[in-house]
């Protein structure tokens, strides 16, 4: 079971930090990834690191305003967004599978019940 936490409302402009927590599993294991879904829009892509955060990935809509990290040690993983505009409106889920970092939501078996991110303008 994925835990996401940290969505809430901020101002356009404003940040906000996603966490998802992974108790209980062998996290270190599983590459993470979050992804987005706005109504009435098919979930998007938005970050993916590997089991090592060596390496990482973003959707195209990112464009450098956010940063996907994450704690082997916390069992964490983290999505922060930066300069956020109210197109970033939308429910934000954590997603894990074993094996190397993925960008397709296929390729996720676990996930989580999402957070809301609301932006205003």
């Known amino acids: 079971q994925l835990v996401e936490s940290g969505g809430g409302l901020v101002q356009a402009g404003g940040s906000l930090r996603l966490s998802c927590a992974a108790p209980?599993?062998?996290?270190?294991?599983?590459?993470m990834g979050w992804f987005r879904q706005a109504p009435g829009q098919e979930r998007e892509f938005a970050a993916a690191?590997?089991?090592?955060?060596?390496?990482?990935y973003y959707g195209d809509f990112v464009k450098g305003r956010f940063t996907i990290s994450r704690s082997n040690v916390k069992n964490t993983v983290y999505l922060q967004m930066n300069s956020l505009k109210p197109e970033d409106t939308a429910v934000y889920y954590c997603?894990?599978?074993?094996?190397?970092?993925?960008?397709?939501?296929?390729?996720?078996?676990?996930w989580g019940q999402g957070t809301q991110v609301t932006v205003s303008s």
């Open positions: 209980g599993r062998t996290f270190s294991t599983y590459a």
């Open positions: 997603a894990g599978r074993k094996g190397p970092a993925a960008t397709q939501e296929d390729q996720f078996t676990d």
């Open positions: 690191i590997s089991w090592s955060g060596g390496a990482t």
